[in-house]
């Protein structure tokens, strides 16, 4: 590395540390939608990248623009995704050792979102995509032999709730010489509630092949239902107005996958209005930022048209997370309704639904909103 490069990437990153990111959302956009933002501001660009860890998947348009770009923005950018790519190649190898230890005990695992594309993605994407962990689901009468798996490869179990836990139950397992940890589920991440109308996971699945090993690929449409559940409901983004880009660009190459996302079917897949709500805000999203063409009976209601105006409102202004508050309230009959009779296991009959939210709730959701979250916009 040139002392020159060196200096250039260590101004970027005193850049970072000073960086607004308020007003850098439609700059990102536009480079992930593969067009050169008029006048950004760089440092505040990259800044929201490395802040949503979509940093490596700039790359494509890093390299088309490479003349119009400043020299030290491609620099950083392809630094990150070199280095990536020897990281996910290492996430890979490892995939592909706990798969095939997972099957030699009769056991064929289901690979849950960014794992999932990992393993069906071309080589050459590999680097584009910058992962934190690899998520695979067994049947609950799998996890023990899954563990002993696993455990005889060297694992240690870093968290694992009590055996009565109420929700979603999983394992963090983590290996010194590892580069990711291993998280392993029993269900579809989020509340069970919402994949009532799905059915069960494994008819929306392939059989695919990594190493010597088999798994279970979910269809990119059942994918995309993963992927809206876990960031709206289990990471509580359709609550606090986070946007995950990163998750993001994964449902733009599902919609873009040879496969693509059937959209009736997505559809019928949302059990209840709060269902659909959370959805089709993640859908406007989609459309919005990064040019998918989703119907647009899927992208024009008004509820997810103003959680996703909430959205971009609260990126560009993070004072108005606390003031954009009750636009929760919209939904919270629903709420009740829903997934909130569910849980109690009990039906809300009569004027019970309009009832308000509890003192505790409200406490929860204005912690929620002070929050700032690693990949979160």
Same mark, same amino acid.
């Given at each position: 590395m040139s002392s020159t490069s060196s200096a250039a990437q260590g101004g970027l990153l005193l850049g970072f540390m000073r960086a607004n990111h308020s007003r850098c959302l439609v700059h990102w956009s536009e480079c992930l939608r593969g067009r050169v933002p008029k006048d950004p501001d760089w440092i505040s660009l990259l800044g929201l990248a490395n802040q949503t860890l979509t940093t490596p998947a700039l790359m494509r348009f890093a390299t088309r623009f490479k003349d119009q770009i400043p020299e030290d923005v491609y620099f950083y950018v392809e630094q990150l995704f070199e280095r990536n790519v020897i990281r996910n190649g290492r996430l890979v190898d490892q995939l592909a050792e706990v798969v095939g230890a997972i099957n030699d005990r009769g056991v064929i695992p289901v690979l849950l979102k960014g794992a999932a594309i990992l393993a069906t993605a071309p080589q050459a994407d590999h680097g584009l995509k910058l992962m934190c962990d690899l998520d695979i689901m067994v049947s609950p009468d799998e996890t023990e032999p899954t563990l002993r798996a696993l455990l005889a490869l060297g694992y240690t179990i870093e968290y694992q709730p009590p055996a009565d836990a109420v929700g979603n139950w999983h394992v963090d397992l983590k290996?010194?010489?590892?580069?990711?940890?291993?998280?392993?589920?029993?269900?579809?991440?989020?509340?069970?509630?919402?994949?009532?109308?799905?059915?069960?996971?494994?008819?929306?699945?392939?059989?695919?092949?990594?190493?010597?090993?088999?798994?279970?690929?979910?269809?990119?449409?059942?994918?995309?239902?993963?992927?809206?559940?876990?960031?709206?409901?289990?990471?509580?983004?359709?609550?606090?107005?986070?946007?995950?880009?990163?998750?993001?660009?994964?449902?733009?190459?599902?919609?873009?996958? +040879?496969?693509?996302?059937? %959209?009736?079917? =997505? @559809?019928?897949?949302?059990?209840?209005? /709060?269902?659909?709500?959370? &959805?089709?805000?993640?859908?406007?999203?989609?459309?919005?930022?990064?040019?998918?063409?989703?119907?647009?009976?899927?992208?024009?209601?008004?509820? +997810?048209?103003?959680?996703? %105006?909430?959205? =971009? @409102?609260?990126?560009?202004?993070?004072? /108005?997370?606390?003031?954009? &508050?009750?636009?929760?309230?919209?939904?919270?009959?629903?709420?009740?309704?829903?997934?909130?009779?569910?849980?109690?296991?009990?039906?809300?009959?009569?004027?019970?639904?309009?009832?308000?939210?509890?003192?505790?709730?409200?406490?929860?959701? /204005?912690?929620?909103?002070?929050?700032?979250?690693?990949?979160?916009?």
């Open positions: 290996r010194v010489c590892d580069v990711g940890m291993i998280d392993l589920h029993r269900a579809p991440p989020g509340p069970a509630f919402f994949y009532r109308a799905s059915g069960d996971v494994k008819q929306h699945c392939t059989i695919a092949h990594i190493g010597r090993g088999s798994v279970y690929i979910p269809s990119a449409t059942y994918g995309a239902l993963i992927l809206a559940v876990h960031d709206q409901f289990q990471d509580s983004d359709y609550w606090s107005g986070d946007l995950d880009l990163r998750h993001l660009l994964e449902l733009r190459e599902l919609a873009h996958s +040879p496969e693509g996302i059937d %959209w009736n079917l =997505l @559809a019928s897949f949302a059990p209840d209005k /709060l269902a659909r709500n959370a &959805l089709e805000t993640h859908l406007v999203a989609l459309y919005s930022l990064l040019d998918v063409d989703v119907p647009v009976r899927m992208r024009s209601r008004f509820i +997810p048209l103003l959680q996703h %105006w909430r959205r =971009l @409102a609260q990126v560009r202004f993070p004072l /108005l997370r606390q003031a954009l &508050l009750p636009i929760t309230a919209l939904d919270y009959c629903n709420y009740r309704n829903g997934l909130g009779a569910w849980t109690k296991g009990e039906a809300i009959v009569g004027d019970r639904k309009w009832a308000l939210p509890k003192s505790s709730t409200l406490d929860w959701l /204005l912690w929620l909103s002070h929050e700032r979250r690693t990949g979160k916009a």
